[in-house]
């Protein structure tokens, strides 16, 4: 990798950013297809996100960036648009720049999540969905499901009142999807995601029960690490197909190119 | 080059940056030594240099950054502090980020130019110098060599008032240098230095005359492109020891380094 003064720039925001993996990822592919292009992390805190923003909307070498926790949220007010999933859920992961500074934000997580899907061989179309949360990852998500033409989804969420506005949200924007909050069973559904973090420490309990779930049930993780949550674990040992989380984020760098590449 | 989560980052700040050699010969250097650490190109052009730096600030693992043209000058205001080199000329082409996001300041040129002189064998201490120019480049330059113990300075500039102020400034800087503005004959000096603009273009004319210097004299440029001037030409034609301009730019990389890690 030999970075020039012509290269193209990308990044990623984020704090902590020591863990990320998007540079080593995104530098990758520039030197597998020669492209003259570099892809740095930005260690940003919340005090600083507005005048690091300002900063990079500055470089006119610059074609996008990525934006990591705790920014997702905080980076919509400082974008000049945001669109597709992005403005449907209201929080922004990948930022690009036009040639005049502007700067539109989009989300990739749901559309990952449902690319990583795909990939593996469980199409969506049609099922029926069980999503364990209401936060930022469910709902990005669930608005992805939706798009992708599941039957239904049912929502449950430990606050009951944040899986009821998520489901009215969700249902708004796809009636012809069976949208509703529910129960905290996933029995009757083809596809049960957890999309909360119970599961990232180790005495963690499951989030869900999966001792009730038929065998064709494909159990999904919006989580990374572990890799093998006990719930995926659980599922396993139950006999259903999982689906890991990280594949959530391997979908995500193609689409992200794309978008980046239509500025 | 791997560039991880945790690498500190490194930056060059201009307008344009296509041809700048500092990413390349920076990056090659934390390769040699094994440094976590990338150099970028950043295109900010004047209209957003102080967005730029505001948002270089803001970077956590940014330890610095090198400023070319044309920013040389506007990138003083900027700094928390400016040092050495850089107060004297009241200009700066590198830029340190402190823990709490200080930034301090300096110029290298100068220091540059003279560790050039001293690593091609060319002490400048003692020396008779005549100087051509009294803008920018002919200020950094001064303010070394007199620094480095030459014992007298002329300088000439088309716009005499210039050489007079640069003369004064020296002087004032440097008591024991016998700095003076005089005339565009370079006789009678050891050293002769084209600190000019003249030479960069193919038309231009000879910054000053050659024809009658002794064959002791050094021609030195600050001009790397081309790398041997019509100057340096007929300097040698002459039977004159020559220095190229590129010197300068090579020895700087140390000179920043050291002030990089004083952070």
Redesign the interface.
């Known amino acids: 990798?030999?970075?020039?003064?012509?290269?193209r720039?990308y990044a990623?925001v984020g704090?902590?950013?020591?863990?990320?993996?998007?540079?080593?990822v995104f530098?990758a592919r520039f030197a597998a297809h020669g492209t003259d292009a570099?892809?740095?992390?930005?260690?940003?805190?919340a005090a600083?996100?507005a005048?690091?923003?300002?900063?990079?909307?500055?470089?006119?070498?610059l074609d996008g960036f990525v934006v990591t926790a705790p920014h997702k949220h905080a980076i919509v007010a400082l974008c000049d648009e945001v669109v597709g999933e992005g403005r449907l859920v209201g929080a922004v992961n990948a930022v690009r720049r036009g040639a005049d500074?502007r700067l539109v934000g989009d989300l990739f997580d749901g559309q990952g999540f449902v690319a990583g899907l795909r990939a593996a061989g469980h199409s969506p179309q049609g099922k029926r969905v069980f999503l364990m949360g209401a936060g930022g990852a469910a709902s990005a998500v669930g608005f992805a499901l939706a798009r992708a033409g599941v039957a239904a989804i049912t929502i449950h969420n430990r606050t009951a009142p944040r899986a009821e506005a998520l489901a009215r949200k969700l249902q708004a924007a796809y009636p012809s999807c069976d949208v509703r909050a529910g129960s905290a069973h996933p029995a009757g559904h083809d596809l049960a995601v957890n999309a909360t973090s119970v599961g990232l420490e180790p005495g963690d309990p499951l989030p869900f029960d999966v001792s009730a779930l038929p065998r064709t049930t494909v159990v999904a993780e919006v989580l990374m690490k572990p890799e093998k949550t006990a719930l995926l674990a659980a599922a396993e040992r139950r006999g259903c197909p999982i689906h890991l989380g990280r594949h959530m984020l391997d979908r995500q760098v193609d689409l992200m190119f794309e978008f980046f590449a239509a500025r």
Do not use: E, S
């Open positions: 990798m030999n970075i020039t003064g012509k290269a720039l990623i704090d902590p950013v020591a863990h990320v993996r998007v540079p080593a530098n570099a892809c740095v992390p930005l260690h940003v805190g600083g996100l005048a690091a923003v300002g900063g990079l909307r500055a470089l006119l070498n500074g």
